[in-house]
Every structure is written in structure tokens, then in C-alpha cells.
């Protein structure tokens, strides 16, 4: 396969524990950490209503506020 795409290079922070997680499961698949990450990317919603849905869903676990606070 062919791969032609634009590139955009970009830096992600994880925690110890993310990154090891994120290791732990290339080591098993056998896949690189890259191509795990852009596959989770294009399973992000896009649509606004299920936006809006994931967005309901965190606020009522109460990870909304968790999240403004990290960043």
C-alpha cells in the first residue's frame, strides 16, 4: 500500500502510566505506537450530536471538570 498523505507532526505528553499502557499494548498487538494513536484519532466522533452525547455522558461521571483542571 501506498502511503501519500500530508504529514503533521505532533507531540503528545503522556504519563508514566499512559506510556507504559500505550507500550503494553504495542508490544501485544504488534503495532506501532503510531499507527495505534492515528487509528483511536479517526475513531473520534465527529458528528455534533454524538459530540455532544460523549460531552453529557463525562459530565455526568464528573470527568469534565477533571479535565479543564489538568489543562
Sequence with gaps: MNKKWAVKRLTVNLTSSEAQKL????AM???ASTDV???LVRSLPVDK???ADIAD???LAGLSSS???AT
Design 23 to 26: 507500550e503494553e499494548y504495542c
Design 67 to 69: 479535565r479543564k483542571s
Design 37 to 39: 494513536i492515528r487509528e
Design 29 to 31: 498487538t504488534g503495532r
Design 49 to 51: 450530536k454524538e459530540v
Design 57 to 59: 455522558s463525562s459530565q
